[in-house]
């Protein structure tokens, strides 16, 4: 048993690295908010130490005693934040945090990056992880936050601190409380498929398989490397599809040209500069046109492969909100 401390722990990844954590043993403490809300661990026998990763003073107290520090905490719903915001928390705050984890003498640290900050491949071939980013910063500033927090890692390795990148694809499942992937069961599930779906595809895996894969890489990772976490390529008229059979709604027959994404990602950036809400943000729109998939390969020899299947973490995600009410299930068509 080590104890482990876990930035981020009440949100989606990080409550199912808490729960799994609990589930094998050890003695975790989570770092939060006072006002962060805690839902998806209230029922788990585990510490809380509250603070924020842009606080160094609060990280130095909750790191100390703790051999792991499984660093998630992000802003991740990056099309709602503000920009200023989002670079604080992703980049200062994992600084913070590597620095709390030095001064406490961790033995090792888990940073949760992303596949965004991974670079794309020309004809759409799998990226793995010796792909730069190469996404101009104004067109993903999210990947390019994790790209210069990833840096901040590499730094604090190269001064003797063991650290492993993880970098998720697109996260469902359960307990996604803030509607971020599962935002698009939600938006279906409502009435609000759209009448087209995208030319794209992307990578996906289920958010308890990440967090396996987190405890996985506690254990066994190698400082200093970054492990690319994926279960299955899927277009989006496939995802469209099967999320819509799931939740009984029409689905989109209908292909968005290639051509019309990026003159739509520029209307719906002019929009959202004026303050209108919108449900997606520009940088989607413009990467839903292109095939975003990655090759896990690297993480599966090290880790194990995933073990949920896409339509079970849909299921699983669709039901987890009708029974938390956040959604009302439908008849089906």
């Given at each position: ?110 940073f949760t990056s992303s596949a965004a900050a ?216």
């Open positions: 048993m080590v104890r482990a401390l876990v930035t981020g722990g009440t949100g989606f990844l990080g409550a199912h690295i808490v729960r799994a954590l609990v589930e094998a043993g050890h003695d975790v403490r989570v770092l939060r908010r006072a006002s962060s809300r805690t839902d998806l661990i209230a029922d788990l026998p585990i510490e809380h130490a509250l603070g924020d990763v842009t606080e160094p003073e609060s990280l130095r107290a909750a790191a100390q005693g703790c051999a792991w520090v499984f660093h998630t905490a992000a802003v991740a719903d990056y099309w709602r934040a503000p920009r200023a915001k989002m670079y604080q928390v992703n980049v200062e705050g994992t600084r913070n945090v590597l620095q709390a984890a030095r001064a406490a003498g961790v033995q090792r640290l888990i991974v670079g794309l491949r020309a004809n759409g071939r799998p990226s793995d992880e010796s792909v730069a980013f190469n996404l101009p910063p104004w067109r993903f500033p999210y990947g390019h936050s994790k790209v210069l927090a990833e840096r901040e890692v590499a730094k604090a390795v190269e001064s003797g601190l063991s650290a492993v990148t993880l970098n998720p694809s697109v996260i469902f499942g359960p307990g996604d409380l803030n509607l971020i992937s599962g935002s698009l069961i939600a938006e279906f599930a409502r009435g609000r498929a759209p009448l087209f779906y995208p030319a794209g595809a992307v990578t996906v895996i289920d958010v308890r398989d990440v967090a396996q894969a987190h405890l996985a890489a506690a254990e066994r990772g190698v400082s200093g490397e970054r492990y690319i976490l994926g279960a299955q390529d899927v277009t989006y008229r496939e995802l469209f599809a099967m999320i819509c059979e799931i939740v009984g709604a029409r689905e989109p027959r209908l292909p968005l040209p290639k051509a019309l994404a990026t003159p739509l990602a520029y209307a719906v950036g002019a929009l959202s500069r004026f303050g209108v809400k919108l449900p997606v943000s520009a940088d989607q729109i413009w990467l839903s046109a292109r095939r975003v998939v990655f090759d896990s390969s690297k993480a599966r020899a090290a880790f194990g492969a995933p073990r949920i299947s896409l339509r079970q973490s849909l299921e699983d995600t669709y039901q987890w909100y009708v029974q938390h009410g956040l959604i009302v299930k439908r008849t089906r068509r």
